[in-house]
């Protein structure tokens, strides 16, 4: 069977400076539902190798090593060992962050053994779905805290780590239980401020990309894992096979979907700064490119759609208001217009004037608002 990856957020404890003690995994149901069975661990062939990666980047060195790996109170655990202070930078500032917290979650990546997969009736939270009864360790991982993923942030403003330390972790492949990302490390901290989307690379395939629209080019990948057998080895290995091409190749294939969007943001920025006359020419390039010359609207036009869009909030509040205010005029007993008959020697009082018809008082809306129509039609 393939590799399968599982997260598990955790207390670590700190047993000297350079070793910690994890929990690799447990008998709880996890995010997908299912169970892995405790007494079911193989770890020979791990102990054989006991390396410890980040994230499962195995291009990159491994951050420890594993000198113990056990099973005890129904739980898989581990010891994780750094090397000493100097000797590979990178574990020095991965170790920093587990001491502070910021990182406290493993992951596990492990094979089932031929019929040991128990698929069962379970709703997925309260009893599982699928239960694994025999499982090979294969690979343990520190990967960045799923539930918090401006740890890395904050552990920089607390000064646990520098700039260019988290410039270094934020560039590494990183696995979350609904998503392997794989950023670009050329692009990653230079779109700061940009428009970010995301788009589709491969539907069926649950691939996905961080695109900037600003600069048009793809910033970070995305393999979706829900619905799909994505592991940190066949992306990476995509990756290296698809990439290159991605990233040298503008983006043509936009769904409708991301095009409404842009259109719901340019109509956010129109009515939140206006449009100026050079602004107002290349609209109408853009409105000639879509519909022909034929629909085109002139500048004349144009400027006036312009003009009645910043008008539109004006005159919707003034709607309003004159509808508080006839409700007021009701509620004091006075009338509220001509075309309401209320008789002249009564005042209305207010509990007349809650039983007032809905109709009446649509009148002197409607009158009201035709004039404000006019003003701009």
Not at 98 to 115: C, I, N, Q, Y
Not at 310 to 339: F, I, L, T
Request: with cysteine; net charge negative.
């Amino acid at each position: 069977m393939e590799l399968i990856h599982k997260l598990v957020d955790c207390e670590v404890k700190k047993l000297n400076d350079l070793t910690y003690e994890f929990v690799a995994s447990t008998e709880d149901i996890d995010r997908d539902g299912e169970v892995i069975e405790v007494a079911g661990w193989d770890l020979k062939n791990f102990k054989k190798n006991p390396v410890i990666t980040f994230a499962h980047d195995y291009r990159s060195l491994p951050i420890g090593k594993s000198p113990k790996v056990w099973v005890s109170d129904g739980k898989l655990r581990n010891h994780v060992e750094f090397p000493a202070e100097g000797v590979y930078p990178f574990a020095d500032t991965v170790r920093r962050l587990v001491e502070g917290g910021f990182l406290r979650t493993e992951s596990v990546g492990f094979k089932p053994a031929p019929d040991s997969v128990v698929e069962e009736d379970g709703d997925g939270v309260k009893t599982p779905r699928r239960r694994y009864t025999k499982q090979e360790l294969l690979e343990i991982a520190i990967v960045p805290v799923p539930s918090n993923p401006n740890a890395l942030i904050e552990a920089k403003t607390k000064g646990i780590i520098t700039e260019d330390e988290l410039k270094e972790l934020i560039t590494k492949p990183e696995e979350t239980e609904n998503f392997i990302r794989i950023p670009v490390p050329k692009e990653e901290g230079k779109h700061e401020g940009h428009r970010i989307r995301t788009i589709d690379i491969d539907r069926e395939k649950g691939i996905k990309a961080l695109y900037c629209g600003q600069d048009k080019v793809i910033i970070t990948y995305l393999f979706v894992k829900e619905g799909q057998r994505w592991t940190m080895e066949l992306a990476q290995a995509w990756v290296r096979e698809h990439g290159k091409m991605l990233e040298t190749t503008s983006i043509k294939t936009v769904s409708q979907s991301e095009i409404a969007d842009e259109l719901d943001y340019l109509s956010g920025l129109i009515s939140a700064a206006g449009l100026s006359e050079e602004t107002l020419e290349k609209a109408q390039v853009l409105i000639k490119s879509i519909g022909g010359d034929s629909k085109a609207m002139d500048m004349a036009q144009m400027k006036r759609m312009h003009d009645m869009m910043a008008d539109c909030a004006e005159n919707a509040n003034k709607a309003k208001d004159m509808v508080q205010s006839v409700m007021d005029d009701m509620k004091s007993g006075r009338s509220p217009g001509n075309d309401i008959p209320v008789e002249d020697k009564a005042k209305v009082t207010p509990e007349q004037a809650a039983e007032i018809s809905v109709v009446e008082i649509g009148a002197v809306v409607a009158k009201e608002l035709a004039v404000l129509m006019g003003k701009i039609s």
